[in-house]
């Protein structure tokens, strides 16, 4: 099986940074596209920003020029540097990856996500 373990969230002050990490562990072959979504309370779930196994990103317009998504393939890891964060990116973050283990296709998987809270 495979797990995405998030860690670094917690509660900030607006302007402030906050850097999230998403780890990927199991029988892993490899991972393809990884991505972080968010979810507000009452929204629907939101991709925040993406990055291919080569290192192509996409940034949802809210977040372009203050967040910086990266990987380090590695490792399995994911990161999300938070820059110049605000109240309305209070939510809770989720890791997702397109993982393939060995002998099977590639599925989407989910960690158990981490709470943002941007508040003074």
């Known amino acids: 099986q495979v797990q995405l373990v998030e860690s670094g969230g917690g509660l900030v002050q607006p302007g402030g940074s906050l850097r999230l990490s998403c780890a990927a562990s199991g029988n892993i072959f490899s991972i393809y596209t990884m991505a972080w979504y968010r979810q507000a309370p009452g929204k629907q779930r939101e991709l925040v920003a993406s990055?291919?196994?080569?290192?192509?990103?996409n940034y949802a317009d809210s977040v372009k020029g203050r967040f910086t998504i990266s990987r380090d393939n590695a490792k399995n890891t994911v990161y999300l540097q938070m820059n110049s964060l605000k109240p309305e990116d209070t939510a809770v973050y989720y890791c997702n990856g397109d993982v393939q283990i060995l002998g099977s296709r590639p599925r989407v998987y989910w960690g158990q996500g981490t709470q943002v809270t941007v508040s003074s």
């Open positions: 990055i291919t196994s080569g290192g192509s990103t």
